[in-house]
């Protein structure tokens, strides 16, 4: 299954689908995500999102949704059902995309090292588990979740981990792509 993804996103990872994609990335870099940070400075008096920080324990998370209030919970819980999914699907995409289209220039078609390219994908499998976690804790509370409070935190670590993962990836897949376009056009000057 994994390899037929793989395959899939070196299929489609073209420059004009890497431009579109670029594309949206800057869109919600630019547009969307500031968009949502002052939606979530206005609910939470300055104080932020859970997920924007690398690593939280129970009682702060427990802190941020008493901070929220009922309201505040509820417009957490919707930004991210949808802002922050889609977020997660696009910087995945990208990333993915990216990876697929160094690899395909670089690599053989059969190499394992092919499927790098879904490194990406563990980070939006993490941030979809942390939205979904932090999402039945804010709807539950005052009531609490031990498990799911503590779990909070470690999946939002495991996000971040992975996404620098994903970004070290991407970068030396470009790097490696790089390298052999410049070998090659100093083996054609010779």
């Avoid at 802190?63 to 949808?82: L, N, S």
């Avoid at 999914?85 to 993915?96: D, K, N, Q, R």
Wanted: proline residues 4%.
């Amino acid at each position: 299954m994994f390899t037929k993804i793989s395959r899939y996103l070196c299929r489609i990872s073209t420059i004009p689908v890497l431009f579109v994609s670029f594309l949206i990335f800057l869109i919600f870099v630019f547009f969307i995500l500031p968009d949502m940070a002052q939606i979530m400075d206005a609910i939470s008096s300055g104080l932020g999102s859970p997920d924007r920080l690398f690593y939280y324990d129970a009682e702060t998370l427990l802190a941020f949704a008493k901070e929220y209030g009922e309201d505040g919970r509820h417009a957490y819980v919707r930004t991210r059902i949808t802002h922050d999914i889609g977020w997660s699907l696009v910087y995945a995409g990208f990333l993915c995309l990216v990876i697929s289209y160094a690899n395909t220039i670089s690599l053989p078609r059969d190499s394992r090292l092919q499927q790098l390219n879904l490194i990406p994908l563990v980070p939006l499998f993490f941030d979809t588990l942390e939205n979904l976690i932090i999402s039945i804790v804010m709807l539950s509370f005052p009531e609490t979740w031990p498990l799911l409070n503590r779990l909070a935190g470690i999946t939002t670590a495991a996000k971040w981990c992975m996404v620098i993962l994903s970004i070290f990836a991407c970068m030396c897949a470009l790097s490696y792509m790089l390298l052999k376009r410049m070998k090659k056009s100093f083996r054609n000057r010779s």
